[in-house]
């Protein structure tokens, strides 16, 4: 296998890999390359961190190294280096994986996170993407989004991903409007049964979202308080600060 049609199989898993974790077997098919030749190229992407299982001999997912990369395609930027000692924060703060994200294309796209020391865990959404009105951290960067985006975005079949999920153009623009006025978004099992997720977005000097700080964790124990606000002040916060350092 030559070197140029190496690094063309490799970003052919890689983009296969984009839209979720997936097992070996089926990533051979949808490549359309022999088990053991992906199986290689996955193994050389485990160790340069581009990809990673979901648990030893699960699944694979895009991996952290890849998401660094793409945290520093911005001149001088690296967000997801920027983000981390906010999210560690946050994650000591509320005791929930915090993560960053930003918006690619029509979806809101995990960069990163960072799991708190819990017994029960989430899943990672990191390499994975969503449907912007379903998770707290796209409504903000919709809520920060142009004009001319949100009305592209609202003439969609939107998706509605459990029976809590809102899907009426109306109700969501009323929402973005409370965002915009309030700093945050709470979304209660909107996007996946049992879990619930706080966001923020980190703006730059014209206001527009770069980024969205969020904090997710399991129905049952978060938010664990009569003050879920708490938790959406505590995220804003961290991404008014963020927004700061990636200003200077």
Do not use: C
Request: proline fraction near 4%.
């Amino acid at each position: 296998m030559s070197g140029v049609q190496s690094v063309e199989r490799a970003f052919a898993v890689l983009r296969a890999l984009a839209v979720g974790s997936i097992g070996v077997t089926e990533l051979a098919d949808k490549v359309d390359l022999p088990k053991s030749t992906v199986a290689r190229l996955l193994s050389a992407l485990e160790s340069e961190g581009a990809v990673e299982q979901t648990e030893a001999g699960g699944d694979y997912r895009l991996g952290s190294g890849l998401a660094e990369l793409a945290g520093a395609t911005a001149p001088g930027r690296n967000l997801v280096a920027a983000a981390r000692p906010f999210l560690t924060e946050l994650t000591e703060l509320t005791g929930e994986t915090s993560g960053v994200s930003i918006i690619d294309e029509d979806r809101v796209f995990y960069l990163e996170h960072v799991d708190g020391d819990s017994d029960v865990q989430i899943r990672d959404w990191t390499g994975e993407s969503a449907p912007l009105h379903a998770v707290p951290a796209g409504l903000v960067l919709l809520a920060h989004a142009s004009t001319g985006f949100v009305d592209s975005y609202m003439k969609q079949d939107l998706e509605k991903t459990t029976d809590k999920s809102m899907v009426d153009p109306k109700e969501i623009r009323g929402r973005l409007a409370d965002i915009r006025e309030r700093g945050y978004s709470w979304v209660f099992e909107e996007f996946y049964p049992g879990i619930n997720s706080v966001a923020a977005a980190v703006l730059d000097e014209s206001g527009q979202a770069i980024a969205a700080l969020h904090v997710h964790g399991p129905s049952f124990r978060f938010p664990d308080e009569e003050d879920p606000d708490r938790f959406g002040r505590l995220v804003a916060d961290a991404a008014s600060k963020l927004a700061a350092q990636l200003a200077e």
